[in-house]
């Protein structure tokens, strides 16, 4: 499908991977006693708690994402052999409420917020979130941010995007949902809205299941196409 930005009312945004960097992670993870390399350890970590929330999804088995993250945390550092205690796993998971925001965030969101109400739309739950805005200091330009946990759903189910629809008061396909990963993209549009992918990095599409809407580079991008 094209995009279309006249039928843009409301902007949606995806939290982790598109507003602040996971992989953050990685500097909590090097101060961990026996850590030779973290950046395998925290892509297992990343990979996995995806995974445990879809699997949630299939068997019903819902979990708030922190908690999920955790016990996906202790299965990356046990795989890797890596001994710690429940203390020192804490501290690590707790980097996730001090991620770093990407640097078009803010200014890009700012542009945004100019013409259309802009909403979190994330797996997270509520006590991650507010730490995410609070960090990312983006609170004053959104209408609210919305958890997973308020439907005990995660991503791709279109459960969860009906709801933000819901809660914002916006025909489904009157929203532009803007993330990173492909499962979101393609989550969203399945669910009616436009999809709109946020490629910062050059990473190769998966493109089983078709095309996104749109793909910008960043959120000025965005704007400009907006605009």
């Given at each position: 499908?094209?995009?279309?930005?006249?039928?843009?009312?409301?902007l949606t945004?995806?939290?982790?991977?598109?507003?602040?960097d996971?992989?953050?992670?990685?500097?909590?993870?090097?101060?961990?006693?026996?850590?030779?390399?973290?950046?395998?350890?925290?892509?297992?970590?990343?990979?996995?708690?995806?995974m445990?929330?879809?699997?949630a999804?299939?068997?019903?088995?819902?979990?708030?994402?922190?908690?999920?993250?955790?016990?996906?945390?202790?299965?990356?550092?046990?795989?890797?052999?890596?001994?710690?205690?429940?203390?020192?796993r804490?501290?690590?998971?707790?980097?996730?409420?001090?991620?770093?925001v990407?640097?078009?965030?803010?200014?890009?969101?700012?542009r945004?917020?100019?013409?259309?109400?802009?909403?979190?739309?994330?797996?997270?739950?509520?006590?991650?979130?507010?730490?995410?805005?609070?960090?990312?200091?983006?609170?004053?330009?959104?209408?609210?941010?919305?958890?997973?946990?308020?439907?005990?759903?995660?991503?791709?189910?279109?459960?969860?995007?009906?709801h933000?629809?819901?809660?914002?008061?916006?025909?489904?396909?009157?929203?532009?949902?803007?993330?990173?990963?492909?499962?979101?993209?393609?989550?969203?549009?399945?669910?009616?809205m436009?999809?709109?992918?946020?490629?910062?990095?050059?990473?190769?599409?998966?493109?089983?299941?078709?095309?996104?809407?749109l793909?910008v580079?960043?959120?000025h991008?965005?704007?400009?196409?907006l605009?």
């Amino acid at each position: 499908m094209t995009f279309d930005p006249d039928r843009v009312e409301t902007l949606t945004f995806d939290s982790y991977g598109t507003l602040v960097d996971v992989a953050t992670v990685e500097t909590s993870l090097a101060e961990v006693p026996g850590m030779a390399d973290p950046e395998p350890v925290s892509n297992h970590w990343r990979a996995r708690s995806l995974m445990y929330t879809m699997i949630a999804n299939a068997i019903d088995a819902y979990q708030p994402f922190y908690d999920l993250n955790r016990a996906a945390l202790e299965h990356a550092l046990e795989t890797f052999g890596i001994d710690t205690d429940e203390a020192e796993r804490e501290v690590v998971l707790e980097a996730y409420h001090d991620l770093d925001v990407f640097d078009d965030v803010r200014d890009g969101m700012a542009r945004l917020g100019d013409d259309y109400d802009l909403y979190v739309l994330s797996n997270g739950n509520p006590a991650m979130l507010d730490s995410m805005v609070e960090g990312a200091e983006i609170g004053d330009l959104l209408e609210d941010a919305i958890s997973a946990d308020e439907v005990e759903t995660f991503k791709p189910a279109a459960e969860l995007y009906r709801h933000a629809a819901a809660r914002a008061g916006t025909p489904i396909d009157r929203i532009a949902h803007v993330c990173g990963p492909f499962f979101d993209v393609y989550g969203a549009m399945n669910a009616g809205m436009q999809a709109v992918r946020v490629d910062r990095g050059g990473t190769p599409w998966d493109g089983f299941a078709g095309e996104p809407d749109l793909t910008v580079a960043d959120f000025h991008e965005l704007a400009d196409e907006l605009h």
